[in-house]
């Protein structure tokens, strides 16, 4: 035995151990970085496409939210005006009263009988004509009763400022109405705003099935924010970005097909003898509405019944 080969460790000649550590050199490959990358991306364009629906989502609850607080305001600010400030025309036929409400633009009159009513705060109800005493089937007298929407826009021009300036709106050529605002206080006289715009049915393929006439709201009543300093933001350029006059509102009155009879023994459906006693009120809630617009749709609608 040579010399070199009896200084031969043991370990050499019985090969290479293994120790079970990973040896350091080793690491991901390309092809793997790519397919983490891929993964990744996946998922974040799937968290991302999210993102909008859950905005939209909270936007509306929001709005949803917001309208439901405003239209309970209304309708308890119209059940008020009915039981405080309620007034009858000169010769005592007709019946109006007066909406205290944010949005009311027009001066408060110091005594109900000195109200306008072309004011926006003059609401006329749709008032059976009290002298007729004939009766009429229930159906028919929900038919033609009469609807008026509020604030009065038939036989007025009215100045609003959208925040690019002051500009005057009225109903616009279509309105073919030339009378009175309100009818001059008496509702035989006053437009009935029942047909005032077309709502059109149609199929999937754009064919026309049917039509019916609708109110068209062209004013409401703007929301202000009343802890806003108007003199302070135009001395500091401060803008008013609460959302809150953002909204508007407007409301449409109608005989209600429940309403009571006048005569003596209980009527039924084709003996009806209006009593104007109970009225339909249709609350429409909007949100950056832009007056003198036609056939806006309202974010949200409530309807209740008053009594007069």
Same mark, same amino acid.
């Given at each position: ?16 151990? *293994? ?43 929001? $709005? ?61 109800? %749709? ?9 009429? *089937? ?32 009225? *109903?616009?050529?279509?309105? *073919?109405?030339?009378?009175? %605002? ?55 350029? @401060?803008?008013?970005?609460? %959302? ?32 104007? $006693? ?20 309202? @974010? ?9």
């Amino acid at each position: 035995m040579s010399l070199q080969r009896a200084l031969t460790p043991l370990s050499s000649s019985l090969g290479p151990r *293994n120790t079970g550590t990973k040896d350091p050199v080793s690491g991901f490959t390309i092809l793997e970085i790519l397919l983490a990358v891929v993964i990744l991306t996946v998922g974040l364009l799937g968290l991302l496409a999210v993102f909008p629906v859950a905005m939209d989502s909270g936007r509306r609850a929001v $709005e949803s939210t917001n309208a439901v607080i405003i239209t309970q305001s209304v309708e308890q600010a119209i059940r008020d005006g009915l039981k405080q400030h309620k007034g009858q025309s000169r010769d005592g036929r007709w019946t109006y009263f007066i909406f205290h409400h944010d949005g009311v633009t027009d001066d408060y009159p110091t005594d109900i009988e000195k109200a306008r009513p072309g004011a926006d705060y003059y609401i006329l109800l %749709p008032s059976p004509d009290p002298d007729s005493n004939s009766s009429i *089937n229930r159906e028919q007298h929900w038919d033609r009763g009469k609807t008026f929407v509020f604030p009065e826009s038939d036989g007025l021009t009215w100045v609003v400022d959208d925040g690019s300036g002051e500009r005057e709106v009225d *109903n616009g050529p279509e309105d *073919n109405f030339r009378g009175s %605002p309100n009818g001059n206080g008496n509702p035989l006289l006053a437009d009935d705003d029942a047909d005032d715009r077309e709502v059109v049915i149609e199929n999937d393929a754009g064919v026309r099935l049917d039509s019916y006439p609708d109110i068209d709201v062209r004013r409401v009543y703007t929301l202000s924010n009343n802890f806003f300093d108007e003199e302070m933001a135009e001395d500091f350029d @401060i803008t008013d970005d609460d %959302p809150i006059s953002q909204y508007s509102f407007a409301f449409s009155i109608r005989p209600a097909k429940q309403d009571s009879s006048l005569g003596i023994q209980m009527p039924d459906s084709s003996s009806l003898i209006p009593a104007g $006693e109970l009225y339909e009120v249709d609350i429409m809630v909007f949100r950056t509405f832009r007056e003198g617009t036609r056939n806006a749709d309202p @974010i949200y609608r409530s309807q209740i019944l008053v009594h007069r």
